[in-house]
Each structure stands twice: as structure tokens, then as C-alpha cells.
């Protein structure tokens, strides 16, 4: 029989299912648009899953309480991920339905020093995240979140550009009139790495300070006091502060059908966020322990303590086992070769304005559901997690069987480019491990792109691995 694959909106004609389908998208839509850091998509979560009843591990572990089946647990990793269980009717031992994604984004760090005065203007140096196309990311209203830590233990939130009657920030760009030498740049070197600096003010404070002394750069000086005045924080604060430079503005319904949603970080919270409400679907005590994993550092190779590569989720489990009363190294080892994983993260989106990177038959598409790759990586598959076959086999009867919509793509043609999740690192497990996504245009752009019906039925295919896998 031939490979078709019908358009899933054909699924869903106008009625209750398609409202339950754009109601979960405007949840979505919500979620993102007040969650644009991987901080504040664990708290966001944090706080939803506590609601449903999950335990903090960390507690269990000091009243020294027994976890049985249908238990729900939830342990933060430094406030930058989590890893969310519901105790399985099975032990440990035999394996675990993981859906692994990222919640770290594209954008652009302050650095430790960043603010500076020139020509009567305040600017704060930044250094970019993850791969980007730098020209993208100026002329655009930026916003700041993140934290500043201070010296006597306190931390001070920082959200500025995203509240209505908030300010905007952004990273200036050259007049066309006078861009004849950067238009002839290859679009790599258009902008450069230390141009992503960001105008903060402009307004000279008082002459002289409290000393009756002058003080050379005013402007500056202008930002602390209102930083002092607004936070409480000095100029040295920043050296052990995370600020984030993000896209400022709420994500939208795109599309005059409002089919599509337009938002900073679809990569990779278009799946962060499904992977978690399917959790939420499960019932009572599923018969394998079911897993939302929610990790940071994936743009950057996944790297460092709240990164996949870490032992965090790998202590969990042996934490987790060690409650139900069944730990020792070598269960461990078994729970998790006997695991199998959706690596939940995003594929590219045919896109019609650029089809020569694309090969048709094997390329993902707006409207036709969650995304298999079978193998990312680069050139001759370096660098990937290429599942087996009897796994993919397998999930395509739960999917099929669910009536889920699906499809399978690489990542462009070969030789075109390439690139990787954290597949490979839970592989090395030995477990059963495949990427399983949402497509996204524009990925990496400030602004991404997706397709409603794709994020749902990304929702509707992991609640059915959750209790067929």
C-alpha cells in the first residue's frame, strides 16, 4: 500500500473535537507566552504538577517515605529542570516509558560585566545561546528575565519588557543609506557576536554624586540608580547573575484561519509542554512507570549540571527505586536498558519559500502531525541516535492503533546540514530511544512557527506511549 498522508485537520471538522483541539493550543499559547526562559518553565511546571498531586523527591527522601504504584513524584534539578514520575504497577526494573525534551532556547546571555556608556548611550554586553542567525536578532523589541544572586543569599527576579506597561529594550541596526559595505557581507558576518549589545538608556543622571564628586558616565551611572532603586542590586551583582535577552511580546494565533501559532521558543517547549499535560491524561498506576523529563542545555550541547548529560535523572532513578524498596546498582542498570524514550523535540517544516534543502518523500509537513526521525546527525549520520526498527515498528501500531496522526522525516537532505537532540544520551543507556517531535519554520528565528493540529496531536501520540509503550 502506498504512503498517504492525510491532512489531520480532516479529523477534527467544526465541533467539540476541534474546540478541544484550539483549547489546548491557547494553553499552550499561554504557557509559552509567560514562560521564556528554562527557569521559568520549571517553575510554571513546578507549580502545576504540585497542584496534581506530585511529591517533591527531595521530601519523600527526609520523611524517609515508601513510594508504591500510582505515586506521583517530581524533583527539580537547581530550578532549571525536572524530572516528573508516576510510580508504575511493574517495578523499576522492568523499564520505564520516558518522554524526554529541553527547555532552554536560542537567545542572548548578558555577560558577567555587561554594562557600559558610549557616546551618552547605556548598552549591556551580551554573548548568544545556541545556534543562531545573528542578523535576526536586531530591530526587534527585546525583553530581560532572569536572576540576580546576591552576596547575603537573596535572588531578585528579573521580568522587564514583558509587561504591559513595561519598557522594551533591543539591539540596534545599520541605516540602509550607509549599509553598502554590510551588504556585501556573506549573511554569517553581517552581524557580529560582540554587535549583540543592547541599548538599555540614554538619559545623563546628576553631575556629581553624594561626594560632590563628577561623575564622568552619567548615563550609566542613571541605569544603577534605577537598578539600586527597582531591585536592590549594584553594579557588582551582575557577576553572579543569569539575565536573559529574549524576544518581548506575547506568542500569537497566526494564520488568517488562526491555524498557527507564532512564539519565541516552540524549540523546543511545543514539546516540553505536551510531554508534561500527557502526564497529567495518566490515570491511577500505569503498568510501566511513566516519565516526563525536562532538561536544559540541549542548544549547547546538553552539557553541565542541568544538562542531559548529567546524572540527575539517572540519581532520580536509583532515588526513586531506593523508596520503593527495590534499589541496587545493578537494578538500576536494568531500569534503565529496559526504558524506552520519545526524545521529544522539534523537526524542520517543509517550507514551500525554500524547498531546495528539503527531499520531499522524506521531509516533515505543517498539518500532517507529530514527527518521527528515526536518525538526525550530520553527513553520513554523525553524530545520531538511529533507532531500531523493531521500536519503530512498534510505535507505529501504538499510533495507528490510537489513531494518532504521524509522520517521518530527516533533517533536509543529506549532506545539506544537520543536527542533534538528546537522543544519543539516553541511548547510551541501551534504551530504546527515538526523536519524536512538533515541525517547526523558523526554527531558531526569534519568532517560530507551528501548526496547532501538530502540537495536538504531539499530545494525543505521547499520552498513547505513555500507556502502550
Known amino acids: 500500500m502506498a504512503i498517504e498522508k492525510k491532512n489531520a485537520w480532516e479529523k477534527y471538522p467544526q465541533g467539540p473535537e476541534r474546540e478541544k483541539l484550539f483549547a489546548f493550543a491557547e494553553d499552550y499559547r499561554r504557557f509559552i507566552s509567560g514562560c521564556k526562559t528554562e527557569r521559568e518553565c520549571t517553575a510554571a511546571v513546578y507549580a502545576d504538577a504540585t497542584g496534581h498531586g506530585f ?6 527522601i527526609e520523611t524517609g517515605k515508601s513510594v508504591k504504584a500510582g505515586d506521583k513524584i517530581i524533583a527539580n534539578n537547581m530550578g532549571k529542570g525536572l524530572a516528573l514520575f508516576i510510580v508504575g504497577s511493574k517495578p523499576l526494573e522492568k523499564g520505564m516509558n520516558i518522554l524526554g525534551a529541553h527547555i532552554d532556547s536560542p537567545r542572548m546571555d548578558l555577560k558577567q560585566v555587561p554594562l557600559y ?3 551618552d548611550m547605556a548598552l549591556l554586553d551580551t554573548h548568544y545561546y545556541g545556534g543562531i542567525k545573528k542578523y535576526q536578532w536586531v530591530t526587534l523589541p527585546l525583553s530581560l528575565h532572569g536572576v540576580i544572586c546576591k552576596k547575603d543569599g537573596s535572588t531578585v527576579t528579573v521580568n522587564i519588557g514583558d509587561k504591559p506597561n513595561d519598557p522594551v529594550v533591543g539591539v540596534s541596526d545599520l541605516l540602509i543609506h550607509l549599509s553598502g559595505e554590510q551588504m556585501g557581507k556573506k549573511a554569517s558576518e553581517v ?4 554587535s549583540l549589545d543592547v541599548l538599555i ?3 545623563p543622571g546628576p553631575e556629581k554624586d553624594e561626594d560632590d564628586k563628577d561623575i564622568k558616565e552619567r548615563v550609566k551611572a542613571n541605569i544603577l540608580t534605577i537598578l539600586s532603586q527597582e531591585y536592590g542590586v549594584d553594579e557588582d551583582d551582575f557577576l553572579s547573575a543569569e539575565i536573559e535577552v529574549v524576544p518581548a511580546g506575547e506568542a500569537r494565533d497566526y494564520g488568517l484561519d488562526r491555524s498557527m501559532i507564532m512564539g519565541y521558543g516552540h524549540d523546543d517547549r511545543v514539546c516540553a509542554y505536551p510531554s508534561y499535560r500527557a502526564m497529567l491524561e495518566i490515570e491511577g498506576a500505569p503498568e510501566y512507570t511513566s516519565i516526563c523529563l525536562l532538561v536544559d542545555k540541549e542548544e549547547i550541547g546538553s552539557v553541565g549540571a542541568s544538562g542531559m548529560q548529567s ?3 539517572e540519581n532520580c532513578v536509583a532515588e526513586v527505586m531506593n523508596l520503593a524498596g527495590d534499589y541496587s546498582e545493578l537494578a538500576v542498570r536494568r531500569a534503565l536498558k529496559n526504558s524506552k524514550v520519545l526524545s521529544s523535540d522539534v523537526s524542520a517544516a517543509f517550507d514551500p519559500n525554500y524547498p531546495s534543502v528539503m527531499e520531499k518523500k522524506n521531509s ?5 502531525g507529530l514527527v518521527f526521525n528515526k536518525y538526525t546527525g550530520a553527513r553520513g549520520k554523525s553524530g545520531s541516535n ?3 526498527a523493531e521500536y519503530v515498528a512498534r ?3 501504538i499510533m495507528d492503533t490510537a489513531d494518532v496522526s504521524f509522520q517521518t522525516a530527516e533533517l533536509g537532505k543529506v549532506d545539506e546540514g544537520g543536527g542533534g537532540t538528546i537522543a544519543y544520551i539516553l541511548a547510551n543507556y541501551d534504551m530504546n530511544v527515538i526523536d519524536s517531535g512538533v515541525p517547526v519554520l523558523n526554527m531558531h528565528a526569534p519568532w517560530e512557527i507551528i501548526s496547532k493540529v501538530d502540537l495536538y496531536e504531539a499530545f494525543r501520540g505521547y499520552i498513547a506511549f505513555l500507556k502502550e509503550a
Open 117 to 119: 556608556e558610549d557616546t
Open 191 to 194: 552581524i557580529k557576536g560582540e
Open 201 to 203: 538608556g540614554s538619559i
Open 395 to 397: 510505535l507505529r501500531n
Open 55 to 60: 511529591v517533591d523527591l527531595d521530601e519523600l
Open 364 to 368: 516533515a509537513y505543517f498539518g500532517k
Open 386 to 388: 538511529d533507532a531500531n
Open 311 to 313: 546524572r540527575f535523572f
